[in-house]
């Protein structure tokens, strides 16, 4: 079923996701709206997720992050959440495994209320999410649409932190699909401003596909944001 609105999506479908990134340094190579820098790699296959903080005040019994929660799809593409214990400079693996990650938070701390260092969440030795110190939560621009669902593109948004005048931004909302054909979707370009894009038809994005905020700027580099709103339609 086709949407012909985003005001006919918002009144006949179900939950809205919220996401947002931030990336400091966005450069003349384009890298993904997210905390941890460069182009995202999506892992191919379900595997464990390696915790660990360049803080040793993050642990059980620190006053950094004690506790973080992990939201993102499992083996089979579904939604999953999971809590899990900080043990500082030391990596803990978990022991369940997952399809994507694309939101990590503090979800219990010590006296200091927040990360006391950038704790970062692998799988396979690469970086799939990042809390930067004093966060709280991940800043990624990046989701993937469960199985079962249909998402649907309402908003996105991005914004440049550069104040020179001879100097531009260029960002793009991409959808990945389950088979890593990446596609734009929109695309615009910025100079010191913000630029929001209320899509008058819905973006469709197929179960298992994933979406992504990407950037480049013209010179130097650049401090960037980016969010996009994204309802869901269970088949």
């Known amino acids: 079923m086709d949407i012909g609105s985003v005001q006919a999506a918002k009144g006949a479908y179900g939950r809205a996701i919220y996401k947002f990134g931030f990336n400091s340094t966005i450069s003349t190579d384009e890298e993904t709206v997210w905390d941890a820098g460069g182009i995202y790699s999506y892992p191919t296959s379900a595997q464990s997720v390696t915790v660990v903080s360049s803080d040793a005040a993050d642990d059980i019994d ?15 593409w579904l939604p999953k959440t999971l809590e899990v214990d900080m043990d500082g400079t030391e990596n803990t693996t978990v022991a369940s495994t997952f399809m994507r990650v694309f939101r990590a938070y503090v979800s219990q701390a010590g006296s200091g209320e927040v990360n006391a260092g950038d704790i970062s969440l692998s ?113």
């Open 123 to 235: 799988m396979g030795g690469t970086t799939v999410a990042q809390i930067s110190q004093g966060q709280g939560q991940t800043l990624m621009a990046v989701y993937t649409v469960p199985a079962g669902f249909d998402a649907y593109i309402t908003q996105w948004t991005f914004s440049s932190g550069a104040s020179s005048s001879n100097k531009y931004l260029d960002g793009r909302l991409i959808i990945r699909s389950n088979e890593g054909i990446v596609r734009t979707k929109s695309r615009a370009t910025i100079q010191n401003t913000s630029f929001i894009k209320d899509l008058a038809v819905a973006t469709k994005v197929n179960e298992k596909d994933d979406i992504e905020i990407r950037a480049v700027t013209s010179s130097g580099t650049d401090a960037v944001s980016g969010t996009f709103t994204v309802l869901l339609k269970r088949k």
């Open 62 to 76: 620190g006053t950094g992050a004690q506790k973080i929660t992990i939201e993102g799809l499992d083996e089979n």
